[in-house]
């Protein structure tokens, strides 16, 4: 783990001996933490033939083909809208063998669930031998994606995997999936990086401005403060915070919000939402204020948070999320939104 400094400790201690790995592992950790670049590290050194100093030799036929993408004894599972949108490049590639599986379906949106077809796959390929590797590993990421036939699916192959393989699950929400998978799992924890370890992360990329901002921005994952930097996005969530903190002062109405957020990614914006109506619901019962604070200033003073009302904020986000695939009115799904926040934070 050059790379990641945070993670070394957690490293070292998971690869001291793998032929003692647990066969069911998952990797957990605040979004931000590298959670999936070390799970391909990981996967690349219990392939590779010649590791070194618990680091894969990056030269043998194993490392070869796995930074190719071509591997035979890895899969990779996630989903549609992650194939697509290509987090990790070389976790796309990988899963470039199990998309026809969604591209069978036609759907107007990108799908945001890894289905039970991708696990039947996986059992179909995983019982026939390896072909060059010692070991064969499936990533399946997020894990928490995994609809319960999926889930309940690869349940089974946890409690009587096939000899030499091993499988990483990776999950921000591990209390997402199913507690059954989880008992079957070893868990290992990703710690957040001290704010001074991300920040010089960054500067590698961006000015120590733009750093201090990413990171206030994702509360301080500096992988994900670096994607939204690479993907110019964090003028846009500026605005969006800016905006949410507009409504809740009472300087814009519902309906006006809703039409200045119209362009942007409708998935992306719930996300956001979900995040600030959870970071004000903590900070409004006293659970610490939320680092972009700094950033765009808002003010609680005024405002009366009811926790019924919120809750049932969190429940039209997630409805939103489940017919996101459909044809909707995305225009009005905004508004109502915004009124029902309205409602939570001014009642
Ligand atoms: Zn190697």
Redesign the pocket.
């Known amino acids: 783990m050059r790379n990641w400094l945070w993670a070394q400790p957690t490293w070292e201690r998971t690869v001291g001996d793998l032929n003692a790995l647990h066969h069911g592992l998952l990797l957990t950790g605040a979004p931000g933490t590298a959670k999936r670049e070390f799970a391909m590290a990981l996967s690349?050194l219990l392939?590779?033939?010649?590791?070194?100093a618990a680091q894969?030799?990056?030269?043998?036929?194993?490392?070869?083909l796995?930074m190719a993408g071509t591997h035979p004894d890895f899969h990779a599972l996630t989903t549609e809208l992650e194939w697509r949108d290509g987090r990790m490049k070389l976790v796309s590639a990988y899963c470039n063998r199990y998309q026809d599986i969604a591209a069978r379906e036609k759907r107007a949106a990108p799908s945001r669930v890894i289905a039970v077809d991708y696990i039947r796959l996986l059992i179909e390929r995983f019982y026939t031998h390896a072909h060059i590797s010692a070991r064969k590993v499936a990533l399946i990421v997020p894990a928490e994606r995994m609809n319960i036939n999926a889930a309940n699916a690869l349940l089974k192959l946890l409690e009587e995997p096939p000899t030499n393989s091993i499988f990483i699950l990776v999950s921000a929400l591990p209390g997402n999936l199913p507690a059954t998978i989880r008992s079957r799992c070893v868990q290992i924890g990703l710690p957040l990086p001290t704010d001074e370890v991300a920040a010089a992360w960054l500067r590698q990329h961006m000015s120590a401005a733009e750093a201090t901002q990413a990171l206030a921005l994702t509360n301080g994952g500096p992988v994900e403060a670096g994607e939204l930097f690479a993907k110019g996005l964090l003028p846009l969530q500026t605005e969006f915070l800016q905006g949410l903190a507009e409504l809740i002062a009472g300087k814009i109405g519902a309906v006006a919000l809703a039409a200045r957020f119209k362009p942007h990614d409708f998935l992306q914006w719930l996300d956001w939402l979900h995040r600030f109506s959870c970071e004000l619901s903590k900070w409004a019962c006293g659970g610490g204020v939320p680092r972009w604070h700094a950033q765009v200033r808002l003010d609680l003073e005024h405002a009366r948070l009811s926790r019924e009302k919120m809750f049932a904020l969190y429940d039209q986000i997630g409805y939103y999320r489940k017919i996101a695939q459909e044809p909707l009115n995305e225009q009005l799904a905004m508004e109502e939104l915004m009124f029902a926040l309205q409602r939570a934070v001014r009642n």
Do not use: D, H, I, K
């Open positions: 690349q392939l590779c033939g010649e590791p070194n894969p030799c990056g030269g043998c036929q194993n490392c070869v796995f």
